[in-house]
């Protein structure tokens, strides 16, 4: 059988060989610190766990949900008020997606015809690259340089690649890069979609997770945003329920309409338990969230200090729960670099090449260790002589 060619587009799946290593030396006594994957290592909270619990002991909430409960769209739209100062988010604003992954993955399917183009950040997440070529459309890179702190630079985007783009992916906090953004770069990104006729679609799954002075916030807080772009916003990272699948798409309407009705084709919609355990999540109490921000913040001070005490370059990481660190001692290949330091320190981290042309030269780490875990994996990196 001759499968499609749509699956040529894409590379092989970088976590699974690194696993794979990881595994063999796990089998012969090493220890191991696994700072590759991001999957926090800290509780659900008890109230999400309990409205997930109750509601599964009713066999009526098995059935399929077909949709959206409207108490949870009223509870995104009350969370962004609430949290994020969000005014005027309304129901028709919103749709559940399984997790910013899937959504991203599946957003290109709604709004791209052939050959559309799609401005990427490079580094970037990988779903961003992979949905846009799902699709057939088009990639094209901006880069996120150290020059430029890692932030979009929107006036080093060439104007006729602009005009030509259908959409734009910005995503602060900045996975793989730990890049936060600040007013000035909303306004400006604001003005360039205006400029040239395009959307921006935001990805806001680390709001939570910012460092060295107040919380994150919301690409749709400022002024207009809602008339030029659409957010994915995820409970995974702040409440720790990764494998729960609870992501959504807010913002313009036509926007979140259309990627509705794709999903309706191919999904009958979110586990009934699992839309009253986001319901319990948005319309709790978010202290636990800010305290666990401080917690992520304790293990990025360990990780930053003690890489940059045994003579790395300090990484950059102002927010999410990774690191991005430029690799040691004028290495250049990322690859070659992780299994080095895997081999010799028994830390696993991933290559920067995994995610786009401009990550090459550099690792991301993982904050999934308490802070005298991530100090004893420095102490590792320090015995091998990296």
């Not at 595994?23 to 409205?51: C, K, M, W």
């Not at 430029?148 to 602009?162: C, Q, T, W």
């Not at 009705?261 to 839309?275: E, Y």
């Amino acid at each position: 059988m001759e499968f499609s060619k749509r699956l040529d587009r894409f590379g092989a799946e970088v976590f699974s060989s690194l696993n794979a290593k990881r595994l063999e030396l796990e089998a012969q006594g090493r220890t191991i610190y696994n700072l590759s994957v991001g999957t926090p290592d800290f509780a659900p909270y008890d109230h999400v766990v309990a409205a997930l619990r109750d509601a599964a002991a009713d066999p009526m909430q098995w059935k399929y949900s077909l949709g959206d409960l409207p108490e949870l769209k009223q509870a995104v739209c009350d969370y962004y008020a609430r949290r994020f100062g969000v005014e005027g988010i309304t129901p028709d604003m919103v749709a559940s997606c399984n997790g910013t992954q899937e959504g991203v993955g599946h957003l290109g399917l709604a709004l791209l015809d052939a050959g559309d183009t799609v401005l990427v950040p490079d580094p970037c997440y990988p779903v961003f690259e992979a949905g846009v070529k799902i699709a057939d459309g088009e990639l094209a890179y901006y880069p996120l340089e150290a020059e430029h702190d890692f932030l979009p630079y929107v006036k080093g985007i060439d104007p006729e690649v602009a005009d030509k783009a259908k959409y734009m992916i910005v995503s602060l906090p900045a996975n793989p890069v730990g890049s936060v953004g600040t007013p000035e770069l909303y306004e400006e990104i604001i003005a360039f979609a205006r400029e040239h006729d395009l959307l921006i679609v935001h990805d806001n799954a680390y709001s939570d997770i910012v460092y060295d002075g107040p919380a994150g916030g919301s690409f749709l807080s400022y002024p207009g945003a809602l008339e030029v772009g659409v957010e994915f916003f995820s409970l995974s990272k702040s409440f720790n329920v990764t494998g729960a699948r609870i992501g959504f798409l807010v913002g313009r309407a036509d926007v979140v309409a259309a990627f509705a009705k794709l999903r309706s084709q191919i999904d009958f919609g979110m586990f009934f338990p699992i839309q009253k355990a986001a319901i319990a999540a948005l319309t709790g109490l978010l202290d636990e969230v800010e305290h666990q921000r401080h917690l992520y913040q304790e293990r990025r001070d360990a990780l930053c200090d003690g890489l940059e005490a045994i003579g790395w370059e300090r990484p950059n990481a102002h927010g999410t729960m990774f690191v991005w660190a430029k690799l040691p001692g004028g290495r250049t290949d990322s690859m070659a670099f992780c299994e080095e330091l895997m081999e010799r320190a028994g830390v696993v981290v991933t290559p920067g090449a995994s995610f786009g042309p401009s990550g090459e030269g550099y690792v991301r780490m993982a904050l999934v260790l308490p802070p005298d875990g991530l100090r004893a994996a420095v102490s590792a990196i320090e015995a091998a002589g990296i």
